[in-house]
């Protein structure tokens, strides 16, 4: 069975079998407690915001680049979001599209930088890591901007109706069955080889399942978080941009072989600066996030954030080389990271144990990855 | 009996299943050069893999005797403590360093704090007398041509005490001169007691250079035998299994109009004293094959990077595709107005190795399948995939499988449908059979010829004399950025062209 599997697949079982790991050790050492459906909402929530910078981030890291300004660029952004609402009573409408797009704006700031200028991303980003961080101390003089109004408190704080929230989801069973019939006819009209019809629709159940498995939980104990309806819409849009447009095509020709692709006639230096504008969006989204989680704005609010995009986006099996990785596998790395986290919380896990055991797992997804390319 | 300094036995080795080498056996005396022939995919590198320890003992079957012991490697260090040394089509030397730091890199002489600078230097002067470079060991690698650094590559060897020497495709980006050179080195080095297993595409090469030839084909030994009173007809038909009629199959096509006229090329990095193009001016006609030699470092590939707006340095050209003026400032323009190119150097600038054979072909016009918000139309793509492998006879087993596992051949014709795909109406060819079997070679022949047929004009830069002479309606001759000379291919000859090419300037390497 692994032999006829692709590497990404591999990957993707690999992953899945992580998850399932962490989730029955942290349940039996929690007597439970750790699947509850309380818990389990609170999970998903944390996620969130690594969640949706890890989608911003697995763009950059495909197109072989790398972007260290996230954590300061979030809360930078989070911190122009509270000011607006606490300072200036913006309407909350306003507030969250002039912080999507100063966030538009700082992404291809950094993008203009790397793509045409020519300085490597690392150095662009780290100069933006400290300059953020410093434009967002100046403009908040170094105190909390507190509290956020109750409208911006719907972003990161509310949850759905119980009703919207079921259609959503049967919604998105439909699609997902749906995709993978078409897919299976357009595949078999050209005459390329499809996998076992009962292997793609066991994946496709699997998926639904775990996804009304979700939803149910979920329901029984507030509903659909905001924020992992938030998360969960813009999963679909970046892994339509990533697999289904040609922009999404060219960015993993560029993180492939970047002189090939610019060879071929692809504006390789617009494309780069747009992944990087819509990295600053996704910061823009999560930065809204952690406000209204927060219910303000704080100056230290996103630091070392961009590590654990990273550490996301690298656990699921995104290559710091280019060229390979996906949205879906940035957001199990994602939630890999949470469970740990809340897990270890839950067992009362010291700090610097929680620290140094993430570091590891990093250095172990890394390994075996490397490991399974060698094999190969 | 005396004992065979190589000695394979039945070398088996599969992949996943696949059998790779079907029990291949050859044998090699000190001094005795052997040139092992097969179209690409063949199996030859897959041998040399397993002789060179890539592959550890125990990974195949079969065995190797090495001197009369039987061979365990489990990496090429091993094998090269035995004194087994291959050299790769892809040269291994670092750039940045020097002659002296290249040849001794990992083997530094001195103690690990101070290093014996004096020793070094001493040895490297003798080893490149040996090779007969003659270039001072401080030089930096970056400051010679592709030719000199094999022979620094040969004289890396000759340090380890080579026994043994493998060449892979030495010469596939060698002038014609360089590789008169390089010959002759390996001759020498036969008569100072030197094996030498040689892995060309160069029949001529081959059988001025060896005793034995073997040939491959699908993993399996074809036969052995001595290069005395061996022919390349002989040779072309044990390796494709079929009589070549002829190697390049001319047909007759009716040439138009000049639609295409460049003034004044020229083209120079900045900083650099000296120009790479300097003021060259020629025409293109419709239907027309116009072939450009010319020593490497001549000038013909810039040359065509500044009609693609590749060129990374300051160019300047009056270019006129159908009577109109036409600023190439980058790919994009070139491609918009109607010119395609096939680069030289297809892993670097042709192919995106890990993406499939069919997402590699649609690359250059995606925004033709795309919809206002970039969604691609994959049902029309696929289509376009799949006519263009069916029509280029592209041998895949899948247009989803990444281009990185096709052959060079096929890749390149993968490339080539990429540029196909923008309907240019020029097409430039840079080196467009370089390390492709025969087989591929006659393909892409008989396609440039269907396409001039269409009306398509080509322009095709090559290294090796024959292609030129054998494919081109008119050849142009460029040596150090200037055009040379124009001949039709009306009773051209190599020497003629050669001639041309050098000129006053005596051989350089």
């Known amino acids: ?224 978080p905001t924020p992992i309806l938030i998360m969960g819409g813009l999963i679909l849009i970046a892994t339509y941009v990533a697999k289904r447009t040609a922009f999404g095509r060219r960015v993993y020709a560029i993180g492939g072989n970047i002189e090939a692709t610019r060879m071929s006639g692809v504006n390789v230096e617009r494309t780069k600066m747009l992944v990087f504008g819509f990295n600053g969006m996704m910061v823009a989204v999560a930065a809204l996030i952690l406000t209204s989680r927060l219910g303000a704005g704080s100056p230290a609010a996103g630091n070392m954030a961009e590590l654990d995009a990273i550490a996301a986006c690298v656990i699921g099996g995104t290559s710091l080389a280019g060229g390979v990785g996906a949205v879906f596998g940035a957001i199990m790395g994602a939630l890999i990271m949470a469970s740990l986290d809340n897990g270890m919380s839950m067992l009362d896990v010291p700090t610097f144990w929680q620290l140094i055991v993430k570091g590891m797992i990093l250095l172990l997804a890394v390994w075996l990855d490397v490991k399974t390319k060698k094999a190969q | ?203 001529e090469e081959v059988l001025a250079l060896s005793n034995w030839v073997t040939v491959i084909r699908d993993g399996d030994h074809i036969d052995t035998r001595s290069a005395e009173n061996l022919t390349q007809n002989d040779i072309i038909s044990m390796m494709v299994g079929r009589e070549l009629d002829e190697l390049f199959p001319r047909e007759e096509h009716d040439i138009g109009d000049v639609i295409l006229k460049v003034n004044h090329a020229t083209a120079k990095q900045a900083g650099a004293s000296r120009a790479q193009v300097e003021d060259v001016s020629f025409e293109l006609r419709q239907g027309e094959i116009l072939g450009i030699a010319g020593l490497i470092g001549s000038g013909r590939t810039e040359l065509m990077q500044c009609l693609y707006g590749s060129y990374d340095g300051n160019y300047e050209a009056e270019v006129e595709l159908h009577g109109e003026s036409l600023a190439i400032r980058s790919q994009r323009t070139a491609l918009e107005a109607g010119i395609a190119m096939v680069p030289e150097d297809r892993k670097r600038h042709g192919i995106v190795p890990i993406m499939s054979v069919g997402r590699n072909i649609t690359l250059s016009v995606l925004s033709q399948y ?37 052959s060079g051949g096929n890749q390149q014709k993968a490339i080539i449908a990429k540029c196909l795909l923008t309907h240019p109406k020029i097409l430039i060819l840079d080196e467009p059979t370089r390390g492709i079997d025969v087989g591929a070679k006659y393909e892409i022949y008989k396609l440039m010829f269907a396409l001039v047929k269409q009306g398509m004009s080509i322009i095709m830069v090559s290294s090796e004399l024959s292609e030129v002479i054998g494919i081109s309606d008119r050849v142009l001759v460029m040596h150090e950025g200037r055009l040379k000379g124009q001949f039709d291919h009306q009773g051209l000859t190599q020497e003629m062209i050669m001639n041309c090419a050098i000129k006053e300037d005596t051989a350089n390497v």
Request: charged residues 15%; aromatic residues 8%.
């Open chain 2, 370 to 406: 795309s919809s206002w918000f970039g969604a691609i139309n994959e049902d029309q793509e696929s289509q376009d995939i799949d006519n263009y492998i069916a029509q280029l006879k592209v041998k895949t087993a899948s247009s989803e499988l990444s281009i990185k596992n096709l």
């Open chain 1, 1 to 224: 069975m692994f032999k006829t599997m692709k590497t990404s697949q591999l990957q993707l079982f690999a992953m899945l079998a992580a998850m399932l790991l962490i989730v029955v050790f942290f349940s039996f050492a929690t007597d439970g407690a750790f699947v509850s459906p309380r818990n389990i909402s609170n999970l998903i929530r944390q996620t969130a915001i690594v969640g949706v910078l890890a989608i911003g981030m697995v763009f950059v890291i495909i197109s072989a680049e790398i972007d260290l300004s996230v954590g300061s660029m979030m809360g930078l952004l989070g911190g122009i979001a509270a000011i607006l609402d606490v300072w200036f009573h913006f309407p909350i409408l306003f507030t969250i599209l002039i912080t999507v797009v100063s966030g538009l704006v700082l992404g291809l700031f950094n993008g203009w930088w790397v793509a045409y200028q020519k300085v490597p991303s690392f150095i662009v980003t780290l100069a933006g890591m400290l300059a953020f961080r410093g434009i967002l101390v100046g403009l908040t003089d170094g105190v909390t901007v507190a509290p956020t109004s109750s409208s911006l408190a719907i972003v990161g704080q509310s949850y759905i109706p119980s009703g919207w929230g079921i259609s959503v989801v049967a919604l998105l069973c439909l699609g997902l069955v749906a995709r993978v019939y078409t897919r299976r006819q357009a595949r078999q009209k050209h005459g390329v080889e499809n996998q076992s019809a009962k292997f793609e629709y066991a994946k496709a159940t699997i998926a639904v399942s775990v996804l009304m498995g979700l939803l149910f939980i979920l329901e029984s104990y507030r509903g659909i």
């Open chain 2, 1 to 203: 009996m005396k004992q065979p300094l190589l000695d394979m036995r039945g070398i088996i080795k599969s992949f996943s299943g696949v059998r790779a080498l079907n029990g291949v056996s050859i044998q090699l005396d000190p001094g005795e050069a052997l040139s092992i022939c097969g179209e690409n995919g063949s199996g030859k590198s897959t041998l040399m893999k397993v002789l060179s320890g890539v592959w550890p003992f125990g990974s195949y079957e079969g065995e190797i005797y090495f001197e009369g012991n039987l061979v365990k490697a489990s990496s090429i260090r091993d094998t090269e403590a035995l004194g087994i040394v291959i050299i790769h089509q892809e040269l291994a030397l670092v750039k940045e360093l020097t002659v002296l730091e290249n040849i001794f890199l990992g083997n530094e002489l001195g103690s690990f704090a101070r290093l014996n600078d004096e020793e070094m230097h001493r040895r490297t002067s003798e080893l490149l007398a040996r090779v007969k470079l003659d270039v001072l060991p401080d030089t930096p690698i970056r400051d010679l041509g592709v030719g000199q650094q094999q022979l620094v590559e040969i004289a890396k060897a000759l340090n380890k005490n080579v026994k043994l020497l493998i060449l892979d495709e030495p010469t596939s980006s060698l002038t014609t001169t360089e590789i008169e050179i390089l010959l002759n080195i390996v001759s020498e080095l036969k008569q100072q007691g030197i094996a030498c297993i040689y892995i060309s595409h160069k029949l």
